[in-house]
């Protein structure tokens, strides 16, 4: 039997679709092809399905033939060849027949053949057949072919800005020369397009658009979040300018070369009062938030004990190293912090439990 293959690495089908997978038969991947073909009739996957149903026309005349479309996921790495090897055994295991089973595998490029080792070590591969457009091969579609590259936006993106960074050198060298300051253009340039590479490489554009995202939202719903955010990273800058100040008294109060251990202690000594400050403004708002939300759970007040908890035994444990609180105080605190947050936990949890029976109740009622 020879099972026709349509591989999609990246799912379009799916995504653009919203056609489950796999797709078994020829009058199933037919309709499936022309769905994506109303959904983009741009896309290069269109013509595998075609292909795969093509194929099956020419070759079910002279033997037993199945066509199936299977597919990946968006990011097309090691997760999509996985999903496209289990959809291979769920069509493998649907197949009605007890004759041996060879495949062609019919892609649109490079990047989707990259699964042919996964199929093949499920079913033999007699072929594997890339769809080319044949218009594609012609020097006459260059232009439409460069017009579609600068009308994507992520492509555009990736092309443009550093070749805009890249001519923007000369005119900044003429600039920094009259500004005396020829030195400058070389290190601005080659950081601004090192930057814009890690954050291609890294993908962080998208966490900056999803992040720019919630901000946007957070300033439209009125979230409390987002000043507590903002008095949060104002109190962390001043815990760090007060840990290095008192660092500095420490070694001044000394006058010798401090340790690792004395240097941290410093640091967290003169620190942790405001980045405790921080955690509660942050948790406070959190907590507000889920309210307003109506989503609010008592165990979301156990964040403001815990941070003062831990706060209070940082800041205990850097004095003592510090040498300005004895042994006994040191353990009274740790002894102090553990409780209250191992009573805040079971406080909270028994008026939860209690809430959540008192509510059953009156829902019942």
């Known amino acids: 039997m020879l099972l026709v293959l349509c591989v999609d690495l990246d799912d379009d089908l799916g995504r653009k679709t919203g056609v489950p997978t796999p797709v078994v038969g020829r009058n199933e991947v037919e309709h499936a092809a022309v769905s994506l073909a109303e959904a983009d009739p741009e896309d290069s996957d269109v013509n595998v399905l075609f292909e795969g149903v093509h194929l099956y026309d020419q070759y079910s ?66 072929a594997v057949k890339r769809v080319v457009v044949r218009q594609a091969q012609d020097l006459e579609s260059m232009y439409y072919t460069l017009k579609q590259v600068m009308n994507d936006p992520e492509t555009r993106g990736t092309i443009l800005v550093p070749l805009g960074i890249l001519l923007l050198i000369y005119p900044l060298a003429v600039l920094a020369d009259v500004l005396g300051l020829p030195g400058a253009v070389l290190g601005v340039s080659s950081a ?43 109190l962390l800058v001043i815990g760090g300018v007060e840990g ?21 202690a410093a640091l967290t000594y003169g620190a942790v009062r405001w980045f405790a400050a921080a955690g509660l403004t942050t948790s406070l708002g959190q907590v507000t938030d889920e309210y307003l939300a109506e989503r609010f759970r008592w165990r979301y007040l156990n964040a403001p004990f815990y941070v003062l908890s831990i706060a209070a035994v940082l800041h205990m444990l850097s004095a003592f190293f510090l040498d300005y609180v004895t042994l006994t105080e040191l353990a009274a605190v740790l002894t102090a912090g553990t409780l209250v947050s191992v009573l805040s936990t079971l406080a909270f949890a028994v008026v939860e439990s209690w809430r959540g029976g008192s509510d059953a109740d009156a829902d019942a009622a």
Do not use: M
């Not at 507590?228 to 990273?233: E, K, L, M």
């Not at 290095?244 to 941290?264: C, F, K, M, N, Y």
């Open 192 to 234: 601004a397009v090192g930057l814009y590479a890690l954050f291609r490489g890294l993908g962080l554009e998208r966490v900056v658009d999803q992040a720019v995202g919630r901000v946007r939202e957070s300033l439209y719903t009125g979230r409390v979040t987002l000043i507590t955010y903002v008095v949060a990273a104002a």
């Open 61 to 126: 005349t002279e033997e037993d033939v199945e066509v199936a479309a299977v597919t990946g996921v968006e990011r097309g790495d090691v997760a999509a060849n996985r999903k496209v090897g289990r959809e291979v055994d769920e069509v493998l295991a649907g197949l009605s027949t007890d004759d041996p089973v060879n495949a062609v595998v019919v892609t649109d490029g490079a990047q989707d053949e990259s699964v042919v080792p996964v199929i093949r070590s499920r079913v033999p591969i007699e």
């Open 244 to 264: 290095v100040g008192q660092l500095e008294a420490v070694r001044a109060q000394t006058g010798v070369d401090l340790g690792p251990s004395t240097v941290v």
